[in-house]
């Protein structure tokens, strides 16, 4: 009995040797902590956009037949009065010859029909003739007088049409696509044009507005009419596919005369210079439109997480503990979001590491000046 509990005691004294203390708690992660301020700032909204040339003209003939020449290639610059096409001219050629010869016959009877006046007007004079054989003279000389212009005017139309088969560039700009080849028949009904001629020289931006945006767009801007607003809005840039930003600033010029009913927004057109042709038709971007906003809290937007399409932050409360807040957005740059909603100027922010955070966690704050942070965002 006694060796038992011996034995006992040494496999108790041995578990409890073998346990190891338990670990204490990590302490709270540090992380950066600005706090928010409310000053005057440019805040940036920004709109899908497409672009076209200032003129885009589909070419088409204006007679039917058989293309023979193509003269320019697909993405040629051309000239206006240049030559792109030549349609076989032979059809409308002997159409001229024809048309000429009907001329000479008719002029034939114009001088038959004078010659046949001039005979019975002496014999009328002298009572010899009727005076209604003279009338019905004169009234063939000017029927055949009348078939002499028409035609002259069907030579015309004649040489007109042998001008068509000539097809030229009815403005400077670059060729687009040429869909038909050498041998094609081509005609003014064709669903496809021979070429689309773009005038790239400026570009316009179109884009559209919602209701609230244009509200705000008027309001933002001095101005009694929407055309002093628009002379009185600055100029807008161009954020291309890339996110670079076109060289060339624009200006807003037109609005639509009214809202779509389908999508409840309103169409502008800003115009950008091109004169080294770098933009083209059919490319799309984004207008970007710089407006003043006397109070904007700004915060980074890596300090931002988003949640079913919202954006979050997490603010800095009592005992160190955080939790998320949602924020509106009213603009950005490219790197700093301008806060409409959801913050007040004095508010602490996490700056960053917020991937790993929740609601209620307590953290090791490191204040940050929100001067340095935000002037490092904009160089």
């Known amino acids: 009995m006694r060796q038992a509990i011996l034995s006992l005691l040494v ?81 409308y050629a002997e159409q001229l010859n024809g048309a000429n010869s009907n001329v000479l016959a008719a002029e034939a009877n114009m001088e038959r029909a004078q010659v046949e006046v001039d005979r019975l007007q002496p014999l009328v004079t002298a009572n010899v003739v009727s005076d209604v054989q003279l009338k019905t003279a004169k009234a063939n000389f000017e029927a055949a007088k009348a078939a002499v212009a028409q035609a002259k005017a069907a030579v015309g139309n004649a040489r007109i049409n042998v001008g068509y088969t000539l097809v030229t560039a009815p403005v400077s700009g670059y060729i687009g696509r040429i869909p038909y080849k050498i041998g094609a028949l081509v005609g003014n009904n064709d669903a496809q044009p021979l070429t689309l001629l773009s005038d790239v020289s400026e570009m316009y931006a179109y884009f559209s507005m919602s209701e609230p945006d244009f509200i705000a767009f008027k309001n933002n801007f001095a101005g009694n009419t929407l055309q002093e607003k628009l002379k009185a809005a600055p100029p807008v840039e161009l954020i291309l596919a890339d996110d670079s930003a076109f060289e060339h600033k624009g200006k807003i010029e037109t609005v639509e005369g009214q ?6 927004a309103i169409s502008f057109r800003a115009t ?4 080294q042709g770098i933009l083209r038709t059919g490319n799309t971007g984004k207008v970007r439109l710089a407006q003043q906003v006397s109070s904007a809290i700004s915060i980074p937007q890596e300090s931002t997480f988003e949640i079913q399409d919202k954006v979050f932050v997490y603010t800095l409360g009592d005992s160190n503990k955080i939790a998320s807040r949602p924020i ?39 204040p940050v000046s929100a001067d340095s942070v935000l002037k490092s965002k904009s160089l």
Do not use: H, W
């Open 11 to 91: 496999v108790l004294l041995y578990s409890c040797s073998s346990k190891q203390a338990a670990p204490p708690p990590p302490p709270p992660p540090q992380l950066p902590v600005m706090a928010v301020t409310s000053e005057q700032a440019t805040t940036y909204l920004e709109f899908p956009a497409s672009l076209e040339g200032k003129v885009n003209v589909e070419v088409r003939p204006q007679v039917s037949g058989y293309l023979e020449k193509i003269f320019v290639d697909e993405g040629a610059y051309v000239k206006a009065g240049q030559p792109l096409f030549k349609i076989n001219p032979n059809v």
């Open 259 to 264: 809202f779509n009913k389908t999508t409840g």
């Open 272 to 275: 950008f210079p091109n004169a």
């Open 328 to 366: 509106s957005i009213a603009g950005k740059t490219a790197s700093v979001y301008f806060v409409s909603d959801g913050l007040k100027a004095g508010d602490k922010i996490v700056l960053s590491g917020t991937g790993n955070l929740k609601d209620g966690a307590v953290i090791t704050p490191q």
